[in-house]
């Protein structure tokens, strides 16, 4: 009779299934109150910090950005050097 296949896999995936609930129950010792919990305090930036911040990652998205487009490039060259020398 067909059909017996997909039975026992149904039924190893609700049994894997719950067997990872039982360890996400471990977790619950994480539960708690944060009625004592202290909030820090941090400073705040300034505008001129702000604007250094911005330009540092600017300039890092940049960079980045290069890097991708040489590898991509050299990729494509490589791949059309290997396709004309192979046909």
């Known amino acids: 009779m067909g059909g017996e296949g997909s039975a026992m896999a149904a039924t190893a995936s609700l049994k894997n299934n719950q067997s990872m609930l039982t360890k ?6 994480l539960k708690g109150s944060y009625a ?5 305090e941090f400073p705040k930036a300034t505008e001129s ?25 050299v990729l494509i060259i490589v791949i059309l050097i290997g396709y004309s020398v192979y046909n």
């Open 24 to 29: 996400r129950a471990d977790k619950s010792v």
């Open 36 to 40: 004592h919990a202290q909030i820090k």
């Open 49 to 73: 910090q702000i604007i250094a911040i911005r330009e540092k990652i600017q300039l890092e998205n940049k960079l980045l950005r290069r890097k991708q487009i040489f590898v991509f490039v």
